[in-house]
């Protein structure tokens, strides 16, 4: 594997998994916090779900929307099978559950007196929210980065809906799987070495940069 | 025309999730701009309830709670002005994640104050609780009484037109508690702010307050001077008791520890001469005296007062004293039900002597 093609497939693998931690974590975090936040019924029905959702393996997701975005699928006519976008989108169904979940559980381990001395203090209840999620920033952050790693280590998703095309849709897990295929497992085992080596530093820096604004 | 800064009518409110049934029922409060009230009662009274209500922190199931002339519950925007208006610090106060400064600075960030003012201000309000000089210290390096200082100088930090204040002083060693009464006290004479603070503590409330509520079980209940005891309690389990003077036992149901105020309503207290066939026999809250006081009060009641071992204020129909064989200096017992005393105030015996 050359060096212009291992780049590009690091990169789609950063682009792919981060767009899709981003974007679950935009949809994860919000309703992590409501249902931290109040009691209803169904709640624990709906965290049952979650759970149950959080151990859905890759390769089924994957063909879900396989089905969902091949060409005589119900969203077939945006033409999105075997694209960067694809993978995108069935990462953050993966990882969906893995965030909220986390989420979840971080947000009922602030304190209660948490939200309502904000609101004591004059803070809006969207403000009163704010506060709670700073309180336990760091404990979102391991949910976040959790949800990272998991779609950054995830080949079935990739793969099948990505198609492994090579300098466009190939990334990291899905070279790791062509080189062992090929019977190249020094170049896979030097591809997942590369892979942890990227997981351990951006977990770093966003930790480090957290800490220094504390 | 001046509104107070409190005016409640009817005021009722229930936990929606409570399954103990307590309900907070208020017929009539009124506090003005500048006034300070206490709520003095024992735990589960209605205090902390009362004081989320006049922080608009929950809103009455029905009644009227106006603040300054207004009723803020009319929208969500008018309830938010009203509670950056009234600022409650709890009992056990919680501090967030950060510096003294942070922490004090907050409410003022969340209104949207510039950093300078923010700053000057909480440092002016730490001076007030004996922090300044510490704003960059974290605030989980603190011990409890310094946490309730902090959490003191940042509702003080906003200088609000209500600060109402649960237990203001629970945290906090005696001699400390004094400095932060005298600084309630500084609240109010520099800002004109209404204080209303919850106490278990019956001569705090009385230093501090122009006026007090005392709550029992969700309600207010009358208060006589003539009839206030207090004493350490004990208890067997079933009935507890305080004894204010040697041999005098007030004895009163449930299990109730610590130090207690309580209160015993004129009227539920029977009265007769002593050898009167009638007169109670030996049990419990039965007391002999002597008649020191005979006199006619409204109603046609007599108000009678007995001074024993221990004084107390009983009233009758005036038609009934000469039945029961009572007149000035007469000998008499005096019965009281256990159910008839009212506990006003209980603290755990480790604060008992604040």
Not at chain 2, 149 to 158: G, K, W, Y
Not at chain 2, 213 to 241: I, K, P, Q, T
Not at chain 2, 288 to 303: I, Q, S, Y
Request: aromatic fraction near 6%; proline fraction near 4%; glycine fraction near 10%.
């Amino acid at each position: 594997m050359i060096a212009r093609e291992l780049l590009l497939a690091i990169w789609i693998s950063l682009k792919t998994s981060g767009l899709a931690a981003l974007a679950a974590s935009l949809l994860a975090v919000p309703a992590a916090l409501s249902l931290a936040s109040r009691e209803f019924r169904g709640k624990r029905a709906l965290l049952l779900i979650n759970q149950t959702w959080m151990a859905a393996p890759t390769v089924v997701i994957g063909l879900l929307f396989y089905y969902l975005l091949s060409r005589s699928g119900p969203f077939g006519r945006f033409g999105l099978l075997y694209t960067q976008t694809a993978m995108t989108i069935g990462q953050i169904f993966l990882i969906l559950p893995l965030i909220t979940g986390f989420s979840y559980t971080a947000l009922r381990q602030v304190d209660r007196r948490a939200r309502l001395t904000a609101l004591t203090l004059g803070a809006s209840r969207r403000q009163a929210g704010w506060v709670v999620l700073r309180e336990a920033k760091f404990a979102l952050l391991v949910a976040v980065l959790a949800g990272f790693a998991r779609a950054v280590s995830e080949v079935g998703i990739a793969m099948m809906l990505g198609g492994n095309i090579r300098n466009a849709t190939r990334n990291i897990t899905t070279a790791i799987a062509l080189e062992s295929a090929k019977g190249e497992f020094t170049n896979g085992v030097i591809l997942g070495a590369i892979l942890l080596v990227l997981t351990l530093g951006i977990n770093i820096l966003v930790q480090v940069g957290l800490r220094s604004k504390d | 025309m001046s509104h107070p800064a409190y005016s409640l009518e009817d005021v009722h409110y229930a936990y929606p999730e409570s399954r103990t049934g307590f309900a907070l029922d208020i017929d009539a409060l009124s506090v003005g701009a500048g006034d300070v009230l206490a709520l003095v009662g024992p735990n589960g009274a209605g205090k902390t309830t009362l004081l989320m209500l006049l922080a608009f922190l929950a809103r009455p199931g029905r009644g009227r709670l106006e603040f300054f002339g207004e009723d803020p519950w009319t929208d969500e925007s008018r309830a938010l002005l009203a509670r950056r208006e009234a600022v409650l610090v709890t009992h056990h106060p919680y501090l967030f994640k950060g510096t003294i400064l942070d922490n004090v600075a907050f409410g003022l960030k969340v209104r949207g104050r510039p950093e300078a003012e923010r700053r000057e201000r909480a440092r002016r309000a730490l001076a007030l609780v004996e922090l300044d000089g510490r704003e960059e210290t974290p605030a989980s390096s603190l011990s409890a009484g310094q946490a309730q200082r902090v959490a003191l100088a940042r509702a003080m930090a906003l200088r609000p037109r209500a600060l109402l204040l649960d237990e203001p002083t629970a945290n906090i060693e005696a001699g400390l508690a004094f400095r932060i009464e005298a600084a309630i006290l500084e609240i109010r004479r520099e800002t004109g702010a209404a204080v209303v603070f919850s106490s278990h503590n019956f001569s705090q409330a009385s230093r501090l307050a122009d006026d007090i509520l005392y709550l029992s079980g969700g309600r207010r209940v009358r208060f006589s001077h003539e009839n206030c005891f207090s004493g350490m309690a004990e208890s067997d389990g079933r009935m507890s008791w305080i004894e204010p003077h040697p041999g005098a036992r007030i004895v009163f149901p449930g299990r109730v520890g610590g130090h207690v105020t309580c209160v015993i309503n004129p009227a539920a207290i029977d009265i007769h001469a002593a050898g009167h066939p009638a007169a109670p026999g030996a049990g419990p809250n039965v007391f002999a005296g002597r008649v020191t006081r005979l006199e006619a009060a409204e109603a046609g009641l007599a108000l009678i007062r007995v001074s024993g071992g221990l004084t107390f204020r009983a009233t009758l129909p005036l038609a009934e004293v000469e039945a029961r064989g009572i007149f000035l200096s007469r000998s008499v017992l005096i019965k009281f039900e256990p159910e008839a005393v009212e506990i006003i105030g209980s603290e755990p015996p480790e604060k008992a002597h604040d």
